[in-house]
Nanobody, 120 residues
Framework: QVQLVESGGGLVQAGGSLTLSCAAS????????MGWYRQAPGKQRELVAS???????NYADSVKGRFTVSRDNAKNTVYLQMNSLKPDDTAVYYC??????????????WGQGTQVTVSS
């Protein structure tokens, strides 16, 4: 069994900052790519940021320069530091992980989602 627990969402004023975290636990051999997606009402889910096991990162153009994704492999945790938040960043943010349960099995898991609301 693998479980993902997200935390860090909340309400913040425009220009403020929040840090999201997503911790994986359970039967884990290793974690490959970890990332964050978000979905706002009436909009399609989009990739926000991702980070490989080697630390290579990728960001959506809309957040590049404002958000930073990082990971702590010892804690099986991925973080999303969000700075200079805008009202358009308001969405439910979902953690996504590609986890190897063993050397022969890999699966994708999703967190429960955490609400981020940015007020003007």
């Amino acid at each position: 069994q693998v479980q993902l627990v997200e935390s860090g969402g909340g309400l913040v004023q425009a220009g403020g900052s929040l840090t999201l975290s997503c911790a994986a636990s359970g039967s884990i051999f290793s974690i490959d790519t970890m990332g964050w997606y978000r979905q706002a009402p009436g909009k399609q889910r989009e990739l926000v940021a991702s980070i490989t096991s080697r630390g290579d990162t990728n960001y959506a153009d809309s957040v590049k320069g404002r958000f930073t994704v990082s990971r702590d492999n010892a804690k099986n945790t991925v973080y999303l530091q969000m700075n200079s938040l805008k009202p358009d960043d308001t969405a439910v943010y979902y953690c996504n992980t590609n986890i190897r349960r063993s050397t022969s099995y890999r699966a994708t898991y999703w967190g429960q989602g955490t609400q981020v609301t940015v007020s003007s």
